[in-house]
């Protein structure tokens, strides 16, 4: 998984909190997924984006759920108002335009 | 719906055996697919794919095989070793869709000594 940063690795909140996630691509690769992997689960598709441009959003919850790939920085998925459900392992993978992503370690988010 | 479904949650096999995983679609627009080898607090790690206008992949000890009329991959390793142990994900896309993948549940395969 070396090369696509991820942090924070755990991060916990609390109900009612808000959760930002961060993920940094491989050099050179300009597609951001993110998908989502709740307990005894396969991983689900949640957003794709590009540089500064939402492509795909169709998994995404339709409330409290954001995401955004700036055209400087990491890519943030960001959870408003936090409840227990939202607990779950979130990865992100990035791809230069090929059919392949690379996955980074993933951000394990407790909701307390 | 579940798209992809890898029906067996879990799969036992002695070292040096083979280690045969099952994956069954139902999205006949999938034209790829690939298997995700991935070890506890960690992310997938790509491990091998295949085009569906192919039939059959190998690396190594790793071969997937891909019937499109039954819509049905298998994913084979010979010899399994210790190592292999992990879950493992396939995962399909279609050419419209880009990198976006649909995962199945997942495999734990264990290698015993």
């Known amino acids: 998984n070396a090369g696509v940063m991820q942090n924070p690795r755990h991060l916990v909140r609390r109900r009612g909190q808000e959760a930002r996630l961060r993920c940094s691509p491989m050099k050179g690769h300009s597609h951001v997924y993110w998908y989502r992997q709740l307990p005894e689960e396969g991983l689900k598709f949640m957003v794709y984006l590009q540089k500064e441009n939402i492509i795909d959003e169709s998994g995404m919850p339709k409330e409290r759920f954001s995401a955004e790939f700036p055209k400087e920085g990491p890519s943030i998925l960001r959870i408003q108002q936090v409840v227990r459900g939202d607990s779950a392992a979130y990865f992100c993978?990035?791809?230069?335009?090929?059919?392949?992503?690379?996955f980074g370690s993933g951000t394990r988010l407790t909701v307390v | 719906d579940q798209q992809v479904k890898q029906n067996s949650p879990s799969l036992s096999v002695q070292e040096g055996r083979i280690s045969i995983l099952n994956c069954d679609y139902t999205n006949s627009m999938f034209d790829y697919f690939l298997w995700y080898k991935k070890y506890p607090a960690e992310g997938p790690t790509f491990l091998i794919s295949i085009s569906s206008i192919k039939d059959k992949n190998e690396d190594g000890r790793f071969t997937v095989f891909l019937n499109k009329s039954a819509k049905h991959l298998s994913l084979h390793i010979v010899p399994s070793q210790p190592g292999d142990s992990a879950v493992y994900f396939c995962?399909?896309?279609?050419?419209?869709?880009?990198?976006?993948?649909?995962f199945g549940e997942g495999t734990q395969l264990t290698v015993n000594p």
């Open positions: 993978a990035s791809s230069p335009s090929s059919r392949r992503g690379t």
């Open positions: 995962a399909a896309s279609e050419e419209t869709s880009g990198s976006r993948l649909t």
